[in-house]
């Protein structure tokens, strides 16, 4: 992860944690040799584990793309898991976060691929 990179993550995550609301949403872009190694089904599974709801698409830019909106503590979680982890065989540049807000309740049903 390159230094700019964990200095945006350990900010949002500390407006996260500063934050009083019950839900939050973001929208993210993830860099890197992500597609064809299942990373969308991964990331639909992993984020069903942690509650949160939202959706992820592979770009026509060769990246990953999507929203997720849920409980602070587990999006934080998941912000993790695309900065770092990611599916089996993906290589990580880098995750770009945007359009934070606080909800007081989820915007979708469910956790979604799309094409």
């Not at 299942?38 to 793309?65: A, H, P, Q």
Request: hydrophobic share 40%; with cysteine; proline share 2%.
């Amino acid at each position: 992860m390159f230094d700019r990179d964990l200095v945006r993550v350990l900010a949002c995550t500390m407006a996260l944690l500063e934050s009083g609301h019950s839900y939050v949403s973001v929208e993210f872009e993830v860099f890197g040799k992500v597609q064809g190694v299942y990373f969308t089904k991964y990331c639909r599974d992993r984020s069903t584990e942690l509650d949160i709801v939202g959706w992820v698409k592979n770009s026509k830019r060769g990246t990953i793309m999507g929203k997720m909106q849920g409980p602070k503590a587990n999006v934080e979680v998941m912000i993790a898991w695309l900065s770092n982890e990611g599916s089996p065989g993906s290589k990580i540049e880098r995750c770009d976060l945007m359009n934070f807000e606080y909800l007081a309740r989820k915007e979708f049903n469910g956790f979604s691929i799309r094409f």
